[in-house]
């Protein structure tokens, strides 16, 4: 079952997405550095803030993934065939 972050992320563009990333990443060396010197009031936000990028990446990774033909795709096949 989607979230509504999952439904929200797929309304949104590319580059608001990519903005969101880049907000999203600043906002997460600030908290590290807070934490370290004075402490957070609930560290458990470092680790939303991860996993809002982590939501952001895979969308656009499933954007990349998408937007590719046919002959890209199956190359890509053979590529993974070959790790294993």
């Known amino acids: 079952m989607a979230t509504n972050k999952k439904l929200d992320l797929?309304?949104?563009?590319?580059?608001?997405?990519?903005?969101?990333?880049?907000?999203?990443?600043?906002?997460?060396?600030?908290?590290?550095?807070?934490?370290?010197t004075?402490?957070?009031?609930?560290?458990?936000?470092?680790?939303?803030?991860?996993?809002?990028?982590?939501r952001y990446l895979t969308e656009l990774r499933g954007r990349e993934l998408a937007a590719m033909s046919a002959d890209e795709v199956a190359g890509r096949s053979k590529i993974r065939l070959r790790r294993k």
Do not use: C, W, Y
Request: glycine share 6%.
């Open 38 to 54: 004075k402490g957070l009031q609930n560290p458990l936000e470092i680790k939303d803030v991860k996993r809002d990028i982590a």
């Open 10 to 36: 797929q309304k949104m563009t590319v580059d608001a997405i990519q903005a969101e990333l880049q907000q999203s990443r600043e906002s997460l060396g600030r908290m590290r550095f807070d934490h370290g």
